[in-house]
């Protein structure tokens, strides 16, 4: 068994995004839209949109070989596989088995885990207590969507908003005193209705009626989740902080959901943190919901941003409605390995 003062933290990251790109402008001639509403309401610019006839397994698979890679690990070091998403490749056998398959990582467990923009970050937590208990050494967690596919593109309100990609980590034991010091998860069921796909589970199967009547799309009352997340993303992240015996003074870096410019700049003023140490990357990619996070985690340790002994706060929130923050003292040593 592993000692239990033994830190748990990110050996490995990677990303992928699809290579296909649509702007803003590409959306005007969809919808009833323009690049100034767009960008002046949301902070994105363009978002990566998968092919036909690609599934989420597959962006899921390409960043967790960017992470293994990136951790000097083999897919058979690998013992348990967590995929969080909100657009399996089917509603079984799970995303996770998908990808286990697809990098060969013949003696992983696997599942996938629902928590929607959320998802990472539960599936962190997940995987650090696997680890703590000393039942895993090396898990991969991995957030993943191709939301292009479950998008009404007649619906202006939500269209704009969403994008595809997966991050992905390794993570395993690192020295004491580092990696995941404390956290926080949270719900509020009563929300459910807010942010949903109505469609295609035991409550709405499949039919003619419901595909008629769009119910197999995104469905979001946008202002309500507007609120729950500018009040949710602030709280969490100081919740966090608390429980790790820290303050909003000791964050080096905060990585946040990737869903809207303001409600990240309100979390940042939750913290009293200025934007240079936010890392921001919804311009880019769009909300791509469980993968925001690890996407922009990766993005940022390429850029240099993250540092060993920095103070590291992701925090997101999203359908359930859900909320997540993790507070982790960044400790990586290099051990990728050239492919």
């Known amino acids: 068994m592993q000692e239990m003062n033994k830190g748990v933290g990110i050996i490995g990251i990677g990303s992928y995004a699809p290579e296909k790109i649509v702007t803003n402008k590409d959306l ?65 056998p799970s995303t996770a088995c998908l990808v286990q398959d697809k990098i060969k990582a013949s003696k992983a467990a696997a599942f996938d885990l629902s928590a929607g923009c ?28 191709t939301l292009s596919t479950i998008l009404d593109w007649n619906d202006r309100n939500t269209c704009v908003l969403f994008g595809d990609g997966a991050g992905a980590v390794v993570l395993g034991e690192v ?49 309500d989740v507007f609120k729950f997340a500018v009040k949710v993303m602030g709280e969490a992240a100081v919740k966090a902080l608390e429980n ?3 303050s909003h003074t000791d964050v080096d870096c905060l990585i946040p959901h990737q869903a ?38 990766d993005e940022a340790m390429k850029n240099g941003r993250l540092k060993n002994d920095d103070i590291v706060v992701l925090v997101g929130f ?5 909320w997540a923050s993790c507070v982790i003292k960044w400790y990586k040593e290099d051990k990728a390995v050239e492919k």
């Not at 992470?67 to 909100?86: K, S």
């Not at 939750?270 to 921001?280: D, N, S």
């Open 28 to 92: 005007e001639k969809i919808v009833e839209t323009s690049d100034e509403w767009i960008v002046s309401r949301t902070g994105i610019k363009q978002r990566h949109i998968v092919e036909p006839g690609v599934a989420t397994s597959s962006l899921a698979a390409l960043a967790a070989e960017r992470a293994l890679l990136d951790a000097g690990v083999t897919a058979d070091e690998i013992d348990l596989i967590i995929v969080a998403t909100a657009t399996p490749d089917m509603l079984f």
């Open 118 to 145: 959320s998802g990472f970050a539960y599936g962190l937590v997940t995987g650090t207590q696997f680890i703590k208990t000393g039942l895993y050494k090396k898990i991969l967690v991995i957030g993943a969507e």
């Open 175 to 223: 020295p004491a005193g580092y990696g995941i010091l404390g956290v926080e998860l949270g719900a509020d069921g009563s929300g459910g209705e807010l942010l949903k796909m109505p469609a295609g589970g035991s409550r709405i199967p499949a039919t003619n009626e419901s595909i008629g009547q769009r119910l197999h799309y995104l469905q979001m009352s946008g202002n």
């Open 244 to 246: 790790s015996g820290l």
């Open 260 to 297: 809207n410019i303001r409600i990240i700049q309100s979390a940042a003023k939750r913290l009293k943190l200025p934007m240079e140490k936010v890392v921001i990357n919804v311009d880019n990619y769009g909300n791509t919901s469980a993968a925001s996070i690890p996407l922009a985690m």
């Open 318 to 322: 999203g359908a359930g409605l859900t």
